[in-house]
DNA sequence: TCCATAATTGAGAGTACTCTCATTTTTGAA
DNA sequence: TTCAAAAATGAGAGTACTCTCAATTATGGA
């Protein structure tokens, strides 16, 4: 994952390819010290590129870390809808997408500590979580299994919830259990009961 | 509650006066610009002390992160032990205390704002918030009311919660009814059922 | 191949921060 | 009041970072 975007932009423009090359920089600089301890001379550094190119691409490390963490986000959202593009139990598609979610971001490890980062500084990222989710809830509604469309408040708690999945595992090694919990958690929030939670889960991640 | 800890220590020796000030300094300086964006200028400036006197008092930045958040955590584990002192049920404490601590956080604004920044970064806030919740915790265990201890991966779950309720209002503004759903929340995540979660908030919030 | 345009380079100006230390000021016990 | 010890001061050394820009190098269409 290291060079993600650097590959994927291999037959683009040579402006494409030196953005997406200062892009895997940004998101490898922001893993290893933070949205605020990155620093630029890091980027170009990992990058290959020298000092001064930043500037010819982006205006600020504002403009880098916001497009870093979009196109991350893009790409991770793009990946779990063709995961449950066949799924059409509401319910089934939360777990999925969560669990989904939650393990691509703990094995590009980079992404995932970027996204644990961001959730914290940019409201943005909760908002893109918020859209996909919210269409798997209606689908879950129409069936009856969940009563209520969750709030702007409810969603916050639910990024929280899977934020921390992905931070526990970055500390402490790869956990099943931790996504499965997670899983639970977030029905229970959405007004499931711990037993109803714990049998969907099990039902739909093994 | 700019300068409480000053007023705390207003008869102690003048070396524990000037590190009180530098605490609140500290935490005001904190909550503006966070952890990381504090400087020891702004700090002393708050204070109404010169640079150098800093270090009279503290080894460097992360001695004085880390005695002003456990300066905080503990006046409010303190005082959140006298509101639950005479409560023997143990969801209502647990209600009770989530509550009050979200309020007593919210309302000194520069303290949530510094709690909020401290989960991200410091473990020791979550452990010791596990701490008190799992007396608690106990206590409804005895009588029936929770029926497993949860483990620190679910305390940690809580916290995040009870986390974001804070930032949400410093935010937003003072919300009761952030702080009823998260109460609803967290006896969910402990295994409530939603309608005993609604029933618990309701006989013991107003 | 040629060459206008695009992209890259790296030195350095400007800024901001942490921490040290010789000096000055304050404190409080005798 | 006196004065040794304690505390506070602020200039500045050392470091690190952001962003600019004149100069250099690479690119790709004709």
Redo the contacts with the bound molecule.
């Keep these: 994952m290291r060079h993600y975007f650097q590959d994927k932009s291999v037959n683009l423009?040579?402006?494409?390819?030196?953005?997406s090359?200062l892009i895997d920089g940004a998101i490898s600089a922001i893993a290893e010290?933070g949205l605020e301890?990155?620093?630029?001379?890091?980027?170009?550094t990992i990058?290959?590129?020298?000092?001064?190119?930043?500037?010819?691409?982006?205006?600020?490390?504002?403009e880098v870390f916001r497009l870093a963490t979009m196109s991350i986000a893009q790409e991770l959202a793009d990946d779990i809808a063709e995961m449950v593009a066949d799924v059409d139990d509401g319910i089934a598609r939360i777990v999925i997408s969560t669990n989904t979610f939650i393990e691509r971001a703990v094995s590009a490890s980079d992404w995932g500590a970027m996204i644990v980062d961001a959730v914290h500084y940019l409201g943005d990222v909760r908002q893109d979580v918020a859209t996909h989710l919210r269409a798997d809830i209606a689908l879950a509604m129409k069936r009856g299994d969940i009563s209520e469309m969750p709030d702007r408040f409810q969603i916050h708690q639910i990024v929280a919830l899977i934020a921390l999945a992905i931070e526990a595992q970055l500390d402490g090694g790869k956990s099943k259990s931790i996504n499965f919990r997670t899983c639970e958690a977030v029905l229970r929030l959405l007004g499931l009961s711990p037993t109803k939670a714990q049998r969907a889960v099990a039902a739909h991640l093994t």
Tied chains: 1, 2.
Excluded: M, P, Q, V
């Design positions: 423009s040579k402006r494409e390819r030196t953005r090359l010290h301890g990155a620093s630029i001379k890091e980027i170009t990058a290959g590129l020298s000092n001064g190119t930043f500037y010819n691409h982006f205006e600020d490390r504002e």
